[in-house]
Structures are given as C-alpha cells and as structure tokens.
C-alpha cells in the first residue's frame, strides 16, 4: 500500500515515516502542500495523511484539490487543532478521518488500517477470502485454520492482493502500491513472488487462489467472506 | 451632523436652526399683515380727504370753484403735515393749493379726466415720498373737469412700520436667547446620569470601581445593566485566564521535573524501563495540556453581540461527523430538536458541549444514541443518551465534585465531560447525569437563554 505523507515538522515527518515503513506501507513524503499536491498527481496513491497546518499550500487547500482531481481515496488529517467545530469542517471538506496532534503512532496505524480496509469494501481487520483468513492487525495469514509463515514482502502483497479480492491487478499496479522505487518496476520479482505465495497457499493445487490473466496482471479469485461449508 | 460629537452642542444647534427658520416667518409675515393695514388707513384718509374736499367746494363770486378755508381739515394749513391738497380747474390752473405745501406747487403736474380717479406714487425732490390721488369732477355747467388732488406722506407710516420691525425683531431675540438659555439648563439636567455613566466606567477602567451603581433613568438601565454583565464577564475572563495560566504551569513543570529526574537518575536502569517512564511523563503532560487548553478556550460569552445559534444544523453536522468516525460501528443516532432552539452565545462552546457528549454516546453506545433539544421561554435543554453500560456513581461523583480539577481526579475518557460540565457552567447552565430510556446513560444540559442571565 502506497500512503502520501504530507507534514512540514521534519522530525515528525521523519521519524513517521520510518515507522509507516517498518508497518509494510510505502511512503512518499512531502514537507507542504505544493510538494503533496505534485506527488498525489504523479504517484498512484492508496491513502494521503496531511497535516493541516502546512506552507505554501494549506492542508485544507491540498485536500480540496485532490478530490477536486477526482482523487477518491481516503484521506486522514493530522491537526492540532481538536475543536469540534475544526473537526466537523474538516471532515465536510472531503477527508475521512482526523488525528489530533500530539498522537500515538498504534493509533494512526489502527486508523490507516481501517481507512484502506473501507476503503477496498472490507469492514472488519479481519480479511477472509475462502480458506485464506488475514489478520491485520497482527499481521497473521491462516489457511485453513493452519497458520502460515510469510514473509514481510509476501505479506504485503498478499494484503493487497486480498484488500483487492476479485480486481483485475497489473503489475505495474503492484509495483506501484509495494516498491518504493521506480526502477524496480521492470524487474521480475512480481512474477517470481506470486509464485511462491501460490505454492504457500496451495501447496497441494486444489484451489489455484490467484489467476493470471495473460497481458492484463492477476487476480485474487477466492470469493470474499467465508466459504458456505465453513 | 455627525461632525458635532456633542449632544449638548447638537440640540443647542437644532434649537436655534428651528427657532431661526420660525422667528424668521413670523416675523416677515407680521411685518406684511402690518404694512398692508397701513397701507389700507392711507388709502381710506386719501379717499376721506378727497370727498371731503368736494363736499366743501362752491362756486365763488367769478363763478369758479373755491374752497372756504376756514372749514378746511387743519391739517392742510399746517407747515409738512404730511397732507396736501390742491384744486385744478379744467385748464390745469390751480384754483388753491393748501398752505401746507409752503407755497410750492402740488408735485403732480397733471389733471384728470372727468369721472376718472388717478392714482399715483410720488417721489419728487423737495418732498417726502407722497401717495396722491387725483380726481375729476365735472361740475355743472363748466365744459372742463376741475381736479380735486390729496396727497400724503409715506413718511410716518415708514417710521411707524420701522419701529414695529425693529420691535419685532428685539421681541424674538429675546425669546431665542432665553430658550436656549432654559434647553442648556435642561440639557445639563438630563445629562446628568450620562455623565455619571461616563465617569463611573471611567474609574472602573481606573480599577478604582468595581461596578456602577446608583439608579440610572428607565432609558439608561440597560445599558448600565449590560456595562455590568460586560464588567463582570472580563472580570471573570481574567480571572479564568489566569487560573488556567497557573494550572497548566503546574500541570507541566510537575511531569517536566520527573523527566528530568529520571533521565539523570542511575544508568543501572534497563533503558526500556526509564523509556516507558518517560512515556508516562510524556503521556501525562498531554492529557494535561489539552484538558486546560479545552477549558481555557471556552469563551462563555455573555450573550451581548452574540446572535442566536440554531441548534438543528449544529447537531446534523455532529451526527454526519460522527458517522463518519464511527461508520464501522453502525450507529442509529436519532435526533430530535424542537424547531426554533437556539443558543445564545459562541457557537464554538456549543459544538464543543454537543460534540463531547455525542463522541461519548457513539464511544460507549451498544448501537443506538438519542439526541433530544427542546427550548422553554427561559431555557433550551439538551439531552444526549446511548444504550451502552452507562456511567459509574463512583465517575460521576468525581465528575461533579466542585472546586476540584478534572485532570487530577478524572481517568483520560473524562476529560470530554469536564470540559463540557466547565464550558456550561460558564453559561451558569448545569450538567446532570441520568438514565437513558435505552437504558445506558443521559446527559442532560440545560442552559438559560439569553436575557435570562
């Protein structure tokens, strides 16, 4: 999942950015509002966090620009200001959720969490998809019932994989939401790692839980919610 | 007008424009009524003498017309009486001038024809401005018309109408000086309270007052009144203002003293314990900081200058807020206002009152919140319940505990509510906790309406 962080503290920007990392997102971040707006316009993103208070272009400002664009996805707001009256205005002017200043960081990510869950039709933390159950809140994978080793890439785009169940993902659209960097994009490494979750999750090949779909990307093809025999 | 700052200055002002434009008429229009009653007697006294002249004349011994002297007005026989006469016969020889032209001639050097009556100004040198009229009389067997002339003098009908004028004119500056003279006077009365308005908010300025008294006039009580309320609630701000500078010093130098200890206490420490200690500080001074931050904001105006505030809107946007917050929570928040509840005063406090109490509801519900608003003449009441578990004696009991600050006895969930019951009682409103019919807890706000305080 690719989040954009716009927040002008450098410290803060730093030291939260690290931790969104070590949570598994990637993250573009930006210092103020023109720097936020030029990489919400350039960079496919899946959540912007932004700070109100931001120079050159007001927090207030970046937002109503981004949906302006016709940009849907959520968007949280960092602010100091924790006056109801602040709090509605903020949330009539199009962002999703608001996190008052100063702020634990498990807060935010439970926050994040819920915002990309809702956002890809998911309501709860946890996401079932047939056999496959993904708790992420505690980053744990069972297959059913048996619980699986991942790795923290494997991880990820299993997440995504699942936040998506049922879409049509290209490659590019992976890479895009799990690297960071640009030049990674031509690698193999997607191809290579949908291979190995195929095998984790179907080592007996019963039930080929991703489909690839030639020249378009790969799909999650597990119906979304429990299967009818429990 | 608005160049005249003084209200003294300003009817002094109008009352002399007023009576100036009113004496000005007055006295153009008496001088007219006067000049044409004097106009009318001349004319009467012309026409008089002219047919008295007539009556008199008989022919003489050569035939002509003559007028025997001795029965003649003595005013023709007196040196400038003002009245002159003369007799013409047809061919404009005088047949006897009167002797009060001194032996001069008559100054109209003309006859009328018979039967005619001519009329004429006369401003001849020698004389005084003369009216004069001449008449023609034929007279039995004569061919020609002898003329009768009478003239008088404008002179003592000018002077007397001067003398009115200037009468008039003393009359009128008298009256105007004396009612500007009695306005002052009644001004300085009226005044007076004014005045003593002024200076008193003067020493309460000077902090040597500390609030009007004394009994203003009906027009003035309100505002003495509000002056009072204004007085009293910047009083109170400052009082408030720095209550709240002292508590939140304590409520950071406290924690900042303990971090400081602890980051010089012995390394022996495992860093883990002395960071989670440090957090705990960190923690502390947060929930303090933004408790007395909330508190202090709360701006408990006093109503002046404030207008009504719907209630509806603000809790629609309150629900559509918390909705959102909530949405995984699925809430079914009903809401109930009275239409035409209002509130006087910041509308800020007033989100800020509901928005606690409806984020609690959402918070502690099991599903469902209700939110009511009805407002009496005198008060607009405010309740928020939810059917969750409800709120502990032992909480609520600390939650009204006066003179007590919630950040010392209140868990961090409470904090909402003791801004909330501060905020309102700043209104001198009241918080109360109840039942809720859904079975969880109710909060009820009431606060007086404006003019009530």
């Given at each position: 999942m690719r989040l954009l962080l716009v927040e002008d503290d450098p410290n803060l920007n730093r030291s939260l950015a690290t931790q969104l990392e070590q949570a598994g997102y990637v993250v573009d971040r930006a210092a103020d509002g023109q720097e936020g707006l030029y990489l919400a316009r350039e960079y496919p993103v899946n959540l912007a966090i932004i700070d109100l208070g931001l120079p050159k272009l007001s927090g207030v400002e970046l937002i109503k620009q981004l949906r302006a664009d016709g940009k849907s996805y959520p968007v949280l707001v960092l602010t100091a200001r924790d006056r109801w009256q602040d709090k509605v205005e903020v949330l009539k002017l199009g962002a999703d959720d608001y996190v008052v200043k100063p702020f634990n960081v498990e807060e935010l990510l439970a926050r994040i969490d819920a915002l990309l869950r809702r956002a890809t039709g998911w309501a709860q933390s946890e996401l079932v998809c047939g056999p496959i159950v993904l708790d992420t809140r505690t980053q744990e994978v069972k297959v059913k019932g048996q619980k699986l080793e991942l790795t923290s890439f494997e991880y990820k785009l299993l997440e995504y994989l699942m936040l998506h169940a049922g879409e049509v993902l290209s490659k590019t659209q992976i890479t895009e939401s799990?690297?960071?960097?640009?030049?990674?994009?031509?690698?193999n490494v997607i191809e290579v790692f949908i291979g190995r979750l195929r095998r984790k999750l179907d080592p007996e090949d019963e039930y080929k839980p991703i489909e690839t779909l030639r020249g378009r990307g790969y799909r999650l093809a597990v119906a979304r919610g429990a299967p009818p025999s429990g | 007008m608005a160049l005249v700052r003084s209200l003294r200055a300003r009817v002094v002002l109008w009352v002399c424009v007023a009576l100036i434009v009113l004496f000005a008429a007055t006295i153009v229009g008496l001088d007219i009524a006067f000049r044409n009653t004097a106009d009318r007697d001349r004319r009467e006294l012309i026409e008089a003498q002219v047919l008295g002249l007539i009556a008199l004349a008989e022919p003489g011994p050569g035939g002509e017309l003559r007028l025997p002297t001795e029965a003649i007005d003595p005013r023709f026989e007196?040196?400038?009486?003002g009245l002159y006469g003369a007799l013409y016969d047809g061919n404009g020889r005088a047949l006897w001038q009167s002797l009060s032209l001194l032996g001069?001639?008559?100054?109209?050097d003309e006859v009328a024809a018979a039967g005619e009556r001519r009329h004429l100004m006369l401003d001849v040198p020698g004389f005084p401005p003369i009216e004069a009229e001449l008449m023609g009389v034929t007279w039995e067997d004569r061919p020609a018309p002898y003329t009768f002339a009478i003239g008088v003098s404008l002179e003592p009908y000018n002077d007397r109408q001067a003398t009115f004028r200037n009468y008039l004119i003393g009359w009128f500056l008298g009256v105007t000086l004396t009612m500007l003279l009695v306005v002052s006077g009644l001004l300085t009365f009226v005044l007076r309270p004014v005045h003593r308005l002024e200076r008193q908010v003067r020493e309460v300025e000077a902090g040597d007052r500390v609030k009007l008294t004394g009994s203003y006039p009906s027009e003035l009580v309100g505002l003495a009144d509000n002056l009072n309320m204004l007085i009293d609630t910047e009083r109170r701000r400052l009082v408030r203002y720095r209550n709240t500078l002292d508590d939140l010093a304590h409520s950071l130098k406290t924690p900042l003293a303990a971090m400081h200890t602890l980051l010089s206490e012995q390394r022996s420490q495992p860093a883990e314990d002395r960071s989670d200690a440090l957090n705990r500080e960190l923690e502390r001074m947060d929930q303090r900081v933004s408790y007395q931050l909330r508190r202090a904001r709360?701006?408990?105006?006093?109503?002046?200058g404030t207008e009504p505030v719907a209630v509806a809107p603000l809790v629609e946007d309150l629900k559509q807020t918390l909705d959102k917050v909530y949405r995984d929570k699925h809430v079914a928040c009903s809401v109930t206002v009275v239409p035409?509840?209002?509130?006087?005063?910041?509308p800020g406090d007033l989100t800020e009152i509901l928005g606690n109490l409806m984020d609690n509801a959402y918070k502690y519900c099991a599903g469902r919140v209700i939110v009511k608003a009805v407002s009496t003449r005198e008060r607009l009441v405010i309740t928020v319940g939810d059917d969750g578990k409800g709120i502990g004696d032992e909480f609520a009991a600390q939650l009204f505990?006066?003179?007590?600050r919630a950040d010392e006895s209140i868990p961090g969930q409470g904090i909402g509510l003791a801004v909330v019951r501060e905020t309102v009682e700043l209104y001198r409103g009241a918080l109360s906790v109840g039942k809720s019919d859904l079975g969880g807890a109710e909060l009820r706000v009431e606060l007086l309406r404006a003019g009530v305080l």
């Open positions: 799990l690297y960071e960097e640009d030049f990674e994009r031509d690698s | 007196v040196a400038n009486s001069r001639d008559f100054p109209a709360a701006s408990g105006a006093t109503g002046l035409g509840a209002s509130f006087r005063g910041d505990q006066r003179g007590k």
